[in-house]
């Protein structure tokens, strides 16, 4: 049989697992992303951007503006991101055969990526875009 002692710990014990245990659950709850996030843990920034220059998801982007039909300037939010220093990935995404180019630092005084989408000929023409900064 138990004593008085044993049970008390043991009811402290349980009641401390029942409280860490909510605050696990209530710790994942409160760190789910919002649907306009996206869950990218390995890059400093990314983006999926639309052909007007909407943003469908990002992280770590502070502003996309649209200087030319096919030009696209993402401003980078971070401002311990260096883009002199990173790996800027950029991926077409509706437009079968066409081609992008991507300058980090060359748009929002250094701090965005410069982003042209252009055609399988190699006329700009806008095109939805994936941008990942490393």
């Known amino acids: 049989m138990y004593s008085k002692k044993k049970m008390r710990a043991t009811g402290i014990t349980v009641a401390g697992l029942c409280v860490a245990g909510l605050a696990v659950a ?12 996206s869950q990218a843990p390995h890059v400093q920034a990314g983006a999926l951007i639309n052909a007007d220059g909407t943003v469908v998801h990002s992280k770590g982007v502070k502003a996309v ?3 030319a039909p096919h030009v696209y300037c993402v401003e980078i939010g971070n401002e311990d991101v260096d883009l002199s220093r990173a790996i800027v990935e950029a991926t077409p995404r509706d ?3 066409s081609t992008i180019r991507a300058v980090a630092g060359g748009c ?8 042209g989408t252009y055609d399988a000929a190699g006329h700009g023409k806008p095109n939805a875009f ?5």
């Open 108 to 115: 929002a005084n250094g701090k965005g990526v410069m982003v």
């Open 65 to 67: 503006t649209v200087a």
């Open 26 to 37: 209530g710790g994942m709850a409160i760190a789910a992303p919002a649907a306009t996030s």
């Open 130 to 134: 994936y941008l990942a900064v490393l």
């Open 95 to 97: 437009i079968a055969g």
